[in-house]
């Protein structure tokens, strides 16, 4: 059943939850069929009841499916061998609250046997990795939720895991926390890893997913590259440097030639969340000083160019 390509297969799972007569009580997945793929960002999506975490723990085995077959890594979810190679941030962070982040991710590595001298890298990686080296001495019952999240995914990368498994990792996090932590989920990527994730936070998943399974009263009702599916394919987008009422007038006049009359010429916005980091920054950079609107606006264009600038360098270091 498992190909060389597919880190993940799922085949016809099903989970019925009876109550304690045995009665059929709730169907939380039926017949769901998917796969995948190693060394993608794959988003589970679907409202509250929708069966993403019972899906989740029916994959590390936490949970027996009703029917249908799982294999994960090459073996089946009930083989708790296989848990050696995953890393899995659940929703809620269960971790002890008088230990400090360095005892923290040195007893989950006693839980992998990994060695001492191996336990306190790790650790001083992690943990610089997600921003808390200024908090390691902290006991964990001081730390904030996004604090929490963030010792919660460096003690899920501990044991250096195959496939990442996250269960809404940026709940409780600020705009900061949550654009840093999509920027962690992409370099998990870089490196080679799987990652598996839940959230209600659409527009994360957007940012980081390669693939999307849209889940709704257990059964799956879309699939596919996350490009593919909101492509607008009955629209054209253009997008050029600043024009003047003139060479916007012209525009008009071409497209109406063609037939668009009903077509849309203005000037495009900054996302919300490109405009607070923005912000954020410039801040620190000149503290004290509030900028206005005209200000903002002003430095968006020159912004984007930078972003594209940049992108367009990585790809031709690539």
């Known amino acids: ?157 501990i044991n250096n895991p195959d496939l990442v498994i996250l269960d809404e990792p940026t709940s409780g996090l600020d705009p900061i926390g949550t654009r840093e932590m999509k920027d962690l989920i992409l370099k998990l990527k870089d490196e080679g890893k799987t990652v598996v994730f839940c959230s209600h936070q659409l527009a994360d998943v957007q940012d980081v997913s390669d693939r999307i399974a849209v889940l709704f009263q257990g059964e799956l009702k879309v699939l596919g590259e996350v490009d593919q599916l909101l492509e607008l394919r009955e629209e054209t987008e253009i997008r050029t440097g600043n024009l003047s009422d003139e060479a916007i007038a012209e525009v008009r006049q071409v497209l109406e030639k063609h037939g668009m009359k009903d077509s849309l010429i203005q000037r495009p916005r900054a996302d919300l969340e490109e405009l607070f980091l923005k912000t954020v920054r410039e801040s620190g950079e000149r503290p004290g000083r509030r900028f206005t609107a005209e200000e903002m606006a002003a430095t968006q264009p020159a912004a984007a160019e930078a972003a594209t600038a940049e992108s367009a360098n990585d790809s031709a270091d690539s």
């Open 1 to 157: 059943m498992q190909t060389q390509d597919n880190v993940i297969e799922i085949r016809n799972l099903s989970k019925v939850y009876r109550d304690f007569w045995g009665r059929k009580k709730v169907q939380a997945v039926k017949s769901l069929s998917l796969d995948v793929k190693r060394g993608e960002v794959f988003g589970l999506l679907g409202p509250n009841g929708s069966g993403k975490t019972t899906t989740i723990k029916m994959l590390l085995g936490l949970l027996f499916p009703t029917s249908g077959e799982i294999k994960i890594l090459g073996k089946k979810a009930s083989d708790v061998e296989k848990n050696e190679r995953i890393g899995y941030l659940p929703e809620e962070s269960y971790l002890y609250r008088f230990l400090n982040a360095d005892e923290t991710m040195d007893f989950y590595g006693r839980l992998f046997n990994i060695s001492a001298a191996e336990r306190v890298q790790r650790a001083d990686e992690l943990i610089k990795m997600v921003g808390l080296d200024g908090a390691r001495r902290r006991q964990l019952k001081e730390y904030s939720k996004g604090m929490t999240r963030r010792i919660g995914l460096a003690q899920a990368l």
